[in-house]
């Protein structure tokens, strides 16, 4: 880095609260061209489509693809993971979570969506060797932290189980965690962990969670006492993006990558429960790129896990155990759906 850019980054965040916010292109600038990252999914649409964005930007090093078999069943979330970095040349490890059966269960219709999205896989991807490591996640995880050198950026968009229990584990390596970005969490708005989900089937929760959050309640309430440089995407943030129609269409089916984003996206738009689909996760991604797309609000936030309140991410109250946490608040919408189409529809030199 030249001497005078080092010293102006150096006052940039003498000066600048948040440098990530007005001064992001001087964050850029101070972290080089590319930030390794580490992509913790759950293996939904929405998930591909947030490594297929990553795996386009310039700005990202994809260190890895952790796998958090929530909203999602295990192997073809996998499958999937892997044609995708597969179709880009790319030999990423993937590492699915193990984890033991405590959680609250994702409602079998939408894990079910990993099966179909494997189905459109099996037609427009070709099959391909997957980099799998044996550890589990976590374990994989601690080990990858001891040997970085610098700092990795995580992005979450499904529970943050993987991240929080390798911590709990070895606290020391939180000095290697970059920024957090995590899609989770219904601070001032309704959450979607609903009664009706699956007929038949009580949630033991009062509507108030959202499911990444409720998935595992602990390792929520754990993350976010954890200190750490994390920027929530909750569904305050996501309900103003709704998937439309319009912006399916604007994918630029002669390229290989749009072409697979518009193909996976028309598919979420059948899915069989009767739910919107939002974009939740490449919100998220979006904002990890480009954090001014949205304002952020600094919030003491504390995670509830007793009774029907569990995975509820709300205000702390005084004297609880909290952590500071960025919250997106408003997203520039259009501002947004240009980035995110400039990101997939933008065809490098020599691409197909
Ligand atoms: C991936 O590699 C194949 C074979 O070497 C090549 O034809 C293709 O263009 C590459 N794709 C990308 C996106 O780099
Ligand atoms: C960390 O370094 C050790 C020793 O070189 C190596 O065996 C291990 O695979 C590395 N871990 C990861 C996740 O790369």
């Known amino acids: 880095m030249p001497l005078l850019l080092a010293l102006l980054c ?15 292109e001087e964050w850029n600038k101070c972290n080089g061209p590319k930030k390794p990252l580490i992509l913790d999914h759950d293996g939904n649409y929405d998930d591909i489509l947030v490594l297929l964005a990553l795996l386009k930007s310039q700005h990202v090093d994809l260190q890895a693809v952790l796998i958090t078999p929530a909203d999602c069943e295990l192997d073809p979330a996998v499958e999937v993971t892997g044609r995708v970095l597969a179709m880009l040349n790319r030999t990423v490890p993937v590492v699915p979570g193990q984890f033991p059966e405590r959680y609250n269960p994702f409602p079998k219709v939408w894990r079910e969506l990993a099966s179909e999205m494997q189905q459109v896989a099996d037609i427009y991807l070709q099959e391909s060797e997957i980099h799998r490591p044996s550890e589990a996640a976590h374990e994989w995880l601690e080990s990858y932290l001891g ?23 070895r606290p020391h390596l ?32 009062d509507g108030s969670a959202e499911w990444n959050a409720y998935w595992d309640p602990l390792a929520t309430r754990e993350l ?45 738009k059948f899915q069989k429960s009767n ?60 501002a947004f759906t240009e980035f995110l189409l400039s990101i997939f529809n933008e065809a490098k030199p020599g691409e197909l």
């Open 10 to 24: 150096g006052l940039t965040f003498l000066v600048g609260a948040a440098p990530d916010l007005a001064g992001e």
């Open 275 to 334: 739910a919107i689909y939002y974009m939740w996760d490449t919100l998220t991604a979006g904002l990890y790129l480009k954090p001014s797309l949205a304002t952020w609000r600094s919030m003491h936030l504390e995670g509830h896990t007793e009774g029907r309140r569990q995975g509820r991410i709300a205000r702390a109250h005084r004297g609880a155990a909290r952590g500071t946490v960025r919250v997106a608040s408003e997203t520039d919408v259009p």
């Open 174 to 205: 939180a000095s290697k965690v970059g920024r957090v970005f995590w899609m989770a969490g219904a601070v001032e708005v309704d959450g979607n962990v609903r009664d009706s989900d699956e007929p038949g089937k009580v949630q033991w929760s």
């Open 224 to 268: 976010l006492e954890l200190n750490l440089d994390l920027w929530l995407v909750p569904l305050d943030a996501t309900n103003a993006v709704p998937v439309h129609k319009d912006f399916i269409q604007r994918l630029n089916p002669r390229h290989q990558v749009p072409r697979v984003a518009q193909q996976i996206w028309a598919q979420s």
């Open 147 to 169: 040997n970085a050198s610098e700092k990795t950026d995580f992005l979450l968009t499904g529970p943050a189980t993987n991240l929080n229990w390798a911590l709990r584990q």
